[in-house]
């Protein structure tokens, strides 16, 4: 028997050599996009990655400062006037009238560290920095002071802060033994959103 052989035209093998030439380049284009894709989530996860590093690094340096801050106020010599010169610059969030809140508020006005000490001084790797050093306030009788009954969750009021036993609304700038404050920490690097750490504690004027 014999064999029979079936003869392909030209124009046919043409065809599929064409045909498979199309189908190897879709699977090299298919295989690019891939690899660009992979390519470009590895970068951005990098990126984030990056990012998200030196954000924990730099409120690490943050709260580093503002803890040398806070003891540089507690401190200061000048306790008898330390209240005196801390309240002019207090500001209270507009949004927080119950005194209960220690979240970040952009609004709040905030002061070089050189205006509360020349000698201070921040680290220039968390852009611009500042501060506010919030203290309670209660006005009677048109009368602005440190007073022990002021309700105030924020500051730990009311609470006895001469140490006479009792907690009274009488003023205590001048012969209060402990003083509330919130201190907080503002930095910002240009086209970034700033970025806060708050700490609230007590001073003591027991030097």
């Known amino acids: 028997m014999g064999v029979v052989k079936i003869a392909t035209a030209p124009d046919d093998r043409a065809r599929r050599r064409r045909g498979e030439r199309a189908f190897t380049l879709i699977e090299m284009m298919i295989s690019a996009s891939v690899l ?39 401190a200061d010599p000048d306790w008898a006037g330390l209240y005196a010169r801390l309240r ?58 440190l007073r022990e009954d002021l309700v105030a969750p924020r500051y730990g009021l009311p609470r006895d802060l001469n140490g006479d036993g009792l907690i009274d609304g009488n003023a205590r700038d001048a012969d209060n033994r402990v003083l509330p404050i919130v201190a907080r920490i503002r930095w910002q690097h240009p086209g970034e959103a700033p970025q806060e750490a708050v700490l609230a504690t007590w001073l003591r004027g027991d030097r």
């Open 36 to 74: 660009v894709v992979a390519i470009l989530g590895l970068a951005a996860s990098t990126f984030q990655g990056h990012n998200l590093g030196r954000h924990v690094e730099e409120r690490r340096v943050a709260v580093e400062s503002l803890g040398r801050f806070v003891e540089r106020i507690r």
């Open 88 to 145: 002019p610059l207090s500001v209270e969030s507009k949004n927080d009238a119950a005194l209960v809140r220690l979240n970040m508020d952009p609004a709040l006005k905030t002061q070089t560290a050189t205006t509360y000490y020349a000698d201070m001084t921040t680290p220039t790797t968390l852009g611009t920095v500042t501060f506010l050093v919030q203290v309670p306030v209660r006005t009677v009788g048109g009368a602005a002071a």
